[in-house]
T-cell receptor
């Protein structure tokens, strides 16, 4: 059972480079999320998508863009990476209204 | 602006103790309050609370929600070293947005 798969698991970028984090879920969930986690900060919501075709900003959307490509896939793009975007990124999905998030394993991104 | 505030941020107790973790919130379009446990990797789901005053239990863990005072507590009785983790409180809004607090880091001494 794959659940939520996110790639890559690790990435090192230079300031100004761009990259896309990919996320796919196989549980037929409507809602998908991107969070970042920094030490002592809990999980901060970047963007979420409550259904295919919709996306909404979270708490810290600046510097990021997202695409809900279809019901399964939700990608996060950094157009011009900055050192402040060094973090662990988690993708998650849930059945609408259940509150139970299923997380990917996380992607550790370092921006030099 | 939505807020989820957890306290304490860090807690160290001895095995066998009982702990109470706190979570207060100010959120528009509130639907439910959520608790998660995070060990080394991604968080795992513990509870969802939607109604005031109804306790949810799972083994030694229990939680209750007060929608009038806008807070929830998570109790862990007879703590074990395996309970050491970060406990995250979150709020689910009606538009499906989920906002987390900063977490409480719990360390259980043997």
């Amino acid at each position: 059972n794959a659940g939520v798969t996110q790639t890559p698991k690790f990435q090192v970028l230079k300031t100004g480079q761009s990259m896309t984090l990919q996320c796919a879920q196989d549980m037929n969930h409507n809602s998908m999320y991107w969070y970042r986690q920094d030490p002592g900060m809990g999980l901060r919501l970047i963007y979420y998508s409550a259904s295919e075709g919709t996306t909404d900003k979270g708490e810290v959307p600046n510097g990021y863009n997202v695409s809900r490509l279809n019901k399964r896939e939700f990608s996060l793009r950094l157009e011009s990476a900055a050192p402040s975007q060094t973090s662990v990124y988690f993708c998650a999905s849930s059945d609408r209204g259940t509150g139970e998030l299923f997380f990917g394993e996380g992607s550790r991104l370092t921006v030099l | 602006e939505d807020k989820v505030v957890q306290s304490p941020l860090s807690l160290v107790v001895h095995e066998g103790d009982t702990v109470t973790l706190n979570c207060s919130y100010e959120v528009t379009n509130f639907r439910s309050l959520l608790w998660y446990k995070q060990e080394k990797k991604a968080p795992t789901f513990l509870f969802m609370l939607t109604s005031s005053g109804i306790e949810k239990k799972s083994g030694r863990l229990s939680s209750i929600l007060d929608k009038k005072e806008l807070f929830s507590i998570l109790n862990i009785t007879a703590t074990q070293t395996g309970d050491s983790a970060v406990y995250l409180c979150a709020v689910l809004r009606r538009d499906d947005k989920i906002i987390f607090g900063k977490g409480t880091r719990l360390h259980i001494l043997p």
